[in-house]
């Protein structure tokens, strides 16, 4: 009989949780107006709250859940300066200098987020420790070291390639034919960070609600031809002059334009128990957030202490029992690191994360209500830099500029409701994941 993987005080709930369990905030009652609801409590919702609170504006944030109960409590805590396409593909579409001026957004959410952490004294292990990324197949190596190439200097991302036979200083395991690390990406705690921001949000004066799930919004057309709304939630009605949708994968048919542009992806994480002294060191010794080249993502990390090991990927699309993705998870695990094959998973959990079919994140307007949402897996940063770009909107900062505003939203006509299209998407990942 095999042995189980899960050790005797297993939990189906995020490692994270256990030094930051989840808030308990606001009222069991609304006031009847505010200036600004917005719907989401995770990082964007706080961050664009931060911003409409501390400039004077009665600031409501009002989650269906504890806040930050979604992903900004359940991901990796691996923050990068990811915009998902490439600059030639960028350059193509929008011309080089518009190009560069969206690759150069990712840059600025990452350092934006190192001056929030260091200038609010937020405790949530903030470290620039650097990403490995990993190529799983020499054809993979050769593309990436191609890719590596036509990043432009001028975006400092300075990455260093590293050749097969030195891959052992950056990552103990044969399973990969070389990589790349982009020293400067960098991890986090994020429930300590969400903690942190929520913190910052209140004392700003934003009043933060939670199990209050809005059912409707209703839009007005005043006398100056300006819209105002009404927004109908679990706790009762509020009016507010703007609405701020920051849901992201989460988003519902309460906002449905939204709905139809977002394509919620399950991201599965699990974290081992206490390893054995000196292993966390040995298999990624420079503390590296590591993912690789494989088109189903896998990411992980050693913890803030460099006791366990986190490991994350999109092994599923709708799975709902965490023991069944554990499973899935351990085994990736132990393909890179067969060491680990007998220790045991303390923690098993997921989130939703919000794509976008142009794989970019998008913030705007639509019929008066604001939004800010999509990151494709780049959660951290985007979304934290992008809602407070939202709330300097919102109050009409010129601030709140950014390379992203004006761009099409895509949404698919096929798609209304349910991402039908991601199983054979998947299959067909898997099929090319194998063949490479």
Not at 235 to 250: C, E, F, H, L, Q
Not at 315 to 328: F, W, Y
């Amino acid at each position: 009989m095999k042995a189980s993987i899960f050790s005797d005080d297993f939990k189906a709930s995020p490692y994270w949780w256990e030094r930051s369990p989840r808030p308990q905030t606001g009222s069991d009652s609304l006031p009847a107006s505010a200036d600004v609801v917005i719907i989401g409590s995770g990082y964007t919702g706080l961050c664009a709250a931060i911003q409409t609170a501390g400039h004077g504006r009665h600031t409501i944030v009002v989650d269906a859940q504890d806040a930050g109960w979604g992903c900004s409590s359940r991901n990796g805590g691996q923050i990068s300066t990811s915009i998902k396409p490439t600059y030639p593909q960028l350059a193509k579409k929008y011309g080089a200098d518009a190009a560069m001026d969206l690759l150069r957004e990712g840059n600025h959410a990452l350092n934006w987020v190192e001056s929030v952490v260091r200038d609010n004294h937020i405790d949530c292990d903030f470290r620039r420790v650097g990403r490995f990324y990993g190529a799983h197949s020499k054809t993979a190596f050769a593309a990436l070291q191609d890719r590596v190439r036509r990043i432009p200097e001028a975006l400092n991302a300075a990455p260093r390639i590293i050749q097969p036979g030195e891959q052992h200083t950056e990552i103990g395991s044969d399973y990969y034919h070389g990589g790349v690390v982009f020293p400067h990406h960098a991890s986090l705690d994020p429930g300590r960070y969400h903690r942190g921001l929520l913190e910052c949000a209140i004392s700003a004066g934003a009043e933060v609600v939670s199990h209050c799930k809005v059912g409707n919004i209703q839009t007005s057309r005043g006398q100056n031809r300006r819209e105002s709304f009404t927004v109908t939630t679990a706790k009762g009605v509020i009016a507010a002059r703007d609405v701020i949708v920051a849901t992201s994968g989460y988003t519902s048919g309460v906002t449905p334009w939204q709905r139809r542009r977002i394509i919620p992806i399950g991201s599965y994480v699990i974290a081992t128990e206490p390893l054995p002294q000196g292993l966390a060191e040995k298999l990624i010794p420079n503390q590296r957030v590591v993912t690789d080249t494989l088109k189903l993502v896998v990411y992980y990390r050693t913890c803030p202490q460099r006791k366990r090991l986190l490991f994350g990927g999109r092994v599923s699309l709708n799975e709902t029992d965490c023991r069944v993705s554990a499973s899935r998870l351990h085994e990736l695990m132990v393909c890179r690191f067969p060491e680990l094959e007998s220790v045991k998973i303390s923690h098993s959990w997921m989130g939703i994360v919000g794509y976008t079919f142009d794989q970019m994140p998008h913030l705007g307007q639509n019929r008066g209500i604001y939004y800010s949402m999509g990151y494709c897996g780049s959660g951290i940063a985007l979304a934290s830099y992008f809602g407070m770009k939202t709330g300097l909107k919102v109050v009409g900062h010129p601030h709140g500029e950014t390379a992203f505003d004006g761009l099409a939203f895509p949404g698919r006509i096929y798609y209304r409701r349910k991402p039908w299209f991601l199983a054979p998407s998947i299959a067909c990942y898997r099929y090319i994941d194998k063949r490479r």
